[in-house]
T-cell receptor, first 115, second 109 residues
Framework: GAVVSQHPSRVICKSGTSVKIECRSL??????MFWYRQFPKQSLMLMAT?????????EQGVEKDKFLINHASLTLSTLTVTSAHPEDSSFYIC???????????FGEGSRLTVL | QQPVQSPQAVILREGEDAVINCSSS?????VHWYRQKHGEAPIFLMI?????EQKGHDKISASFNEKKQQSSLYLTASQLSYSGTYFC??????????FGTGTRLKVLA
């Protein structure tokens, strides 16, 4: 089956630093990937839709200058949390949909802790 | 707008049945169901693409009422492994999926 890999699975950083999270589709080409954020005991909230070769589409309330998304190839999207603060600590999950399939394939998630 | 799920939480004994509902204020083109264990990414259960469609595998099935903009997930003869948080995900014509509020399910031995 399709696999989406996310890295790193856990990251701890100091306040003010930037963190990059990678999302790779391993056995299919993903023209569109999605980035979600999940706080404890809450649902997955869509942050942005990442489109290969073009700018990401951000959801209302998500700062595009803080959460930089790059989708440079059909198999890789990256999310960079810039100038991270403790309130950015969360579980970040990417997903991708294979063309023709309605199923969303999720990465393993990245738990970010900002000290 | 986020779909609303009910109930918010449910506790079952092994072997009991449960129904989880997902209701949207927007027209739906598809409904997905996922189960998430604590600290893990969601796992895909099934997708329903047409109004009136019903699907199932093992003892988990779902229905999709397009007119009412609702979907229900049916868990029969629940097992301990069914414990987790269930999310519906709704698609509304684009490939953008919005997840519901979630239902925490705990199955006790």
């Amino acid at each position: 089956g399709a696999v989406v890999s996310q890295h790193p699975s856990r990251v701890i950083c100091k306040s003010g630093t930037s963190v990059k999270i990678e999302c790779r589709s391993l056995d299919f080409q993903a023209t569109t990937m999605f980035w979600y954020r999940q706080f404890p005991k809450q649902s997955l909230m869509l942050m942005a839709t990442s489109n290969e070769g073009s700018k990401a589409t951000y959801e209302q309330g998500v700062e595009k200058d803080k959460f930089l998304i790059n989708h440079a190839s059909l198999t890789l999207s990256t999310l960079t949390v810039t100038s991270a603060h403790p309130e950015d600590s969360s579980f970040y999950i990417c997903s991708a949909s294979r063309l023709g399939s309605g199923e969303l394939f999720f990465g393993e998630g990245s738990r970010l802790t900002v000290l | 707008q986020q779909p609303v799920q009910s109930p918010q939480a449910v506790i079952l004994r092994e072997g009991e049945d449960a129904v989880i509902n997902c209701s949207s204020s927007k027209a739906l083109y598809s409904v997905h169901w996922y189960r998430q264990k604590h600290g893990e990414a969601p796992i895909f259960l099934m997708i329903l693409l047409k109004g009136g469609e019903q699907k199932g595998h093992d003892k988990i099935s779902a229905s999709f009422n397009e007119k009412k903009q609702q979907s229900s997930l049916y868990l029969t003869a629940s097992q301990l492994s069914y414990s987790g948080t269930y999310f519906c995900g709704t698609g509304s014509g684009t490939y953008k999926y919005i997840f519901g509020t979630g239902t925490r399910l705990k199955v006790l031995a």
